[in-house]
């Protein structure tokens, strides 16, 4: 590898489905290409769901307090969501193959790491390096699909990878269920060892470096500082949210602080000479959208999947893994319909594509909230499969709109805005969400409990029982009489559902809206630039 970048001027056959680099063998091969990145990008996605399976045994196992197990995913959280734009611009710096390379390594030895602990101080420690790691290699990846693909090939590359992070992220509590259940909470992260190595081996002997004539040569470090200290600020205030109240003093300072960084953020970027995000970038009204488009679908998305898992499993009392294998509708339907997707959006363009989908999504959100506690399982498949079906068009095209219409020595970066977004999004959904969740199971617990004619609770008690009825648990103990169990566990799980409904509701509208975001999208205007342009 040289340290001269050339630049391909001509434009490319539309027929040659591959590129010039695959004369030259596996180096720069675009399927090949995707394979190798898949690998690593399946290790983060995993991990975004893997490990909640884990941390009952972990909090068992190491004697951890319900505050460090919060921690163990908070870490990974903040640290991936905080760093991921700049991760991206190291990319465009010294080139995508590098740093998926580090990124690759740094997240398998972590995980490594993470088994061999025997403290939770070292867990909490060696997941914030994961949420590094990974954020070095999420954005990297999409850096290489948009430099090693030609155009027309570029969209269905995507839809592959979209459907990569939708199968492993669906798929990570039935992964991890099993390995948890069969041999012990170690093995959810020792599994990344053989994964990073063989992503490792791939990545050397198949991925080529590009680089954009015009990359960045300087680092814009009080960007990088505000830009980091903003996105930790918004993301703990929507962490901590639920848990201090959205009321709180120290809330409002971190959402206050956050709004405070970024503005200040927004003054350093308009006077430097390199700056770490050019606002220029969004003068694109279609990147714009894209933007907010993903920040909505992770919001109805991941708010929404996180009621899910405590309404099958609390409320229906399944295990974690048989909880995994009733979402996989969502799952397949994801698998099947990404590619699928990423065709149509080839041959159409991205509006009509990402409207539907998101259309889809609000159905089946509106659908979901009718969801009882006598829902059967064939009734719940068909939301989630429309989930899923919906889902796949916008995490394809919002991609697309997003990384093609950024300039090509901007593709780290808008790789990184691609998945901060997500986690924005996610974060956002969950609290936002979770709050509603909350306050209908405030307002309607003490009529429903009198209304079965239980006995009378003070507060503090009330209180308590808000907070199992929130998560979908009765509560009850081992010496509440069964008579009065059952009757506990009918308020309870009608409570939950009732607050779920309400939530879904909420997810099902924002959906809509992000629908009407989607009309404003278009074909990325810098997508041909991207195709097997710059390359070592």
């Known amino acids: 590898m040289t340290s001269q970048t050339t630049v391909e001027k001509a434009p490319r056959d539309p027929q040659d489905p591959v590129g010039p680099a695959s004369a030259r063998g596996l180096r720069g091969h675009p399927w090949l290409t995707l394979f190798s990145v898949a690998i690593g990008v399946m290790m983060v996605a995993l ?3 893997i490990v909640a399976i884990a941390n009952p045994a972990i909090q068992q196992d190491l ?3 319900l505050a460090d197990v919060q921690w163990i995913t908070n870490g990974y959280m903040l640290a991936l969501a905080v760093s991921l734009i700049t991760a991206g611009k190291l990319g465009d710096r010294f080139g995508h193959r590098q740093t998926f390379l580090i990124g690759v390594v740094g997240f398998a030895a972590a995980s490594g790491a993470i088994g061999l602990s025997s403290s939770v101080a070292f867990v909490i420690i060696f997941r914030v390096l994961q949420g590094l790691f990974g954020a070095l290699l999420m954005p990297a990846a999409l850096g290489l699909l948009r430099a090693t693909f030609p155009a027309e090939k570029l969209n269905m590359a995507i839809g592959i990878w979209g459907m990569v992070i939708g199968a492993s992220t669906a798929g990570g509590p039935i992964l991890g269920g099993v390995l948890v259940e069969h041999v012990s909470w170690q093995s959810v992260f020792f599994i990344n060892v053989p994964v990073g190595v063989l992503a490792l081996v791939l990545g050397v002997l198949i991925l080529k470096d590009h680089r954009a004539e015009n990359a960045p040569r300087s680092f814009d470090i009080a960007g990088i500082v505000l830009l980091s200290g903003a996105m930790f600020c918004l993301i703990w205030a929507l962490i901590k949210g639920a848990e201090w109240g959205w009321g709180d003093t120290q809330t409002i300072g971190f959402l206050v602080g956050a709004v405070v960084l970024f503005l200040a953020f927004a003054l350093v970027e308009q006077r430097v000479k390199e ?7 969004f003068r694109s009204v279609p990147l714009s959208a894209g933007t907010v488009l993903m920040v909505l679908m992770a919001f109805a998305f991941m708010g929404g999947l996180f009621f899910v898992t405590f309404y099958l499993q609390n409320v229906h009392g ?4 048989d909880a995994g294998l009733h979402l996989l509708p969502l799952t397949a ?5 990404s590619p699928l997707a990423g065709a149509l959006i080839t041959k159409f363009g991205p509006r009509v594509p990402l409207v539907g989908g998101m259309v889809c999504t609000a159905v ?3 659908g979901m909230s009718q969801l009882t506690v006598g829902t059967g399982t064939l009734t719940m498949s ?7 079906l919906g889902l796949a068009p916008v995490m394809v095209g919002a991609t697309e709109v997003i990384v093609g219409n950024a300039p090509m020595e901007l593709s780290g970066v808008a790789g990184g805005l691609q998945q901060a977004a997500m986690q924005v999004g996610g974060s956002l959904g969950t609290a936002v969400l979770g709050a509603i969740m909350a306050s209908r199971v405030d ?3 003490a009529d429903n409990w009198k209304a079965a004619k239980l006995p009378p609770l003070s507060p503090e008690q009330l209180g308590q029982a808000s907070s199992a009825i929130k998560v979908g648990m009765p509560p009850v103990t081992k010496e509440t009489p069964p008579e009065i169990a059952g009757k506990i566990a009918g308020v309870a799980h009608d409570t939950f559902v009732s607050g779920m409904s309400t939530a879904f509701m909420v997810a099902g509208i924002v959906a809509v809206i992000a629908a009407l975001v989607a009309t404003l999208t278009k074909r990325g205007e810098n997508a041909e630039a991207g195709a097997g342009a710059g390359h070592i």
């Open 318 to 321: 399944m295990k974690a893994v």
């Open 275 to 281: 700056p770490l995000v050019p606002l220029a970038m």
């Open 47 to 49: 991990d975004g769901t």
């Open 364 to 366: 089946a959100m509106f």
């Open 333 to 337: 339907m994801m698998i099947v319909a």
């Open 382 to 388: 068909v939301w989630f499969a429309l989930l899923g």
């Open 63 to 65: 004697g951890a307090s």
């Open 443 to 445: 307002a309607e617990l």
